[in-house]
T-cell receptor, first 115, second 111 residues
Framework: ETGVTQSPTHLIKTRGQQVTLRCSSQ?????VSWYQQALGQGPQFIFQYYREEENGRGNFPPRFSGLQFPNYSSELNVNALELDDSALYLCASSIGTSGITDTQYFGPGTRLTVL | SQQGEEDPQALSIQEGENATMNCSYK?????LQWYRQNSGRGLVHLILIRSNEREKHSGRLRVTLDTSKKSSSLLITASRAADTASYFC???????????FGGGTRLMVKP
């Protein structure tokens, strides 16, 4: 157990809808990162938040956005869902300050299906 | 795109045998990390090796890093059926926060 939780476990949406995924990090972990993992692939970095500020972003469009809250919870929002957004979404927390990415503690993921 | 490339993509061995997985990457790194994933669920951190280290051990795991060849290997000794999982390497750059994962090696250990 990593102490990182995610909700919901599974989610089904239709194309064009909006979705919010939630993550609760370990207490004391100031950094949270979100990843998208398509079936049979490795995780792809979406973005990272450090102390409620976006602190790095991968190659994802602006319709992917996030929030981090002072109580170690965070959200990933995806607008205008597309079929290719179907994937496992993982959040990961770490102790590190903004800078080099150290050991990540992953949640169990949210499986999003877009029809 | 993914910086790390694991080799082989899939590996099937008998219980008790050793399993070796390799990872190659393209750019300079601060550290390299190995993770395990069971059945499409969350990833579990196995080991982190920094760019100034050459070898690290953790239980039945041995990781090597060759920065001149931009490659790393993960050795699991005396494998067990419970080691069946996907294994990913991930690289952390010297600047920036993006952890970049490879495509993974799918390991099956037969009892």
């Amino acid at each position: 157990e990593t102490g990182v939780t995610q909700s919901p476990t599974h989610l089904i949406k239709t194309r064009g809808q909006q979705v919010t995924l939630r993550c609760s990090s370990q207490s004391g972990h100031n950094t949270v990162s979100w990843y998208q993992q398509a079936l049979g692939q490795g995780p792809q970095f979406i973005f990272q938040y450090y102390r409620e500020e976006e602190n790095g972003r991968g190659n994802f469009p602006p319709r992917f956005s996030g929030l981090q809250f002072p109580n170690y919870s965070s959200e990933l929002n995806v607008n205008a869902l597309e079929l290719d957004d179907s994937a496992l979404y993982l959040c990961a927390s770490s102790i590190g300050t903004s800078g080099i990415t150290d050991t990540q503690y992953f949640g169990p993921g949210t499986r999003l299906t877009v029809l | 795109s993914q910086q790390g490339e694991e080799d082989p993509q899939a590996l099937s061995i008998q219980e008790g045998e050793n399993a070796t997985m390799n990872c190659s990457y393209k750019t300079s790194i601060n550290n390299l990390q190995w993770y395990r994933q069971n059945s499409g669920r969350g990833l579990v951190h196995l080991i982190l090796i920094r760019s100034n280290e050459r070898e690290k051990h953790s239980g039945r795991l041995r990781v090597t890093l060759d920065t001149s060849k931009k490659s790393s290997s993960l050795l699991i000794t005396a494998s067990r059926a419970a080691d069946t999982a996907s294994y990913f390497c991930a690289t952390a750059p010297n600047a920036g926060n993006m952890l970049t994962f490879g495509g993974g090696t799918r390991l099956m250990v037969k009892p």
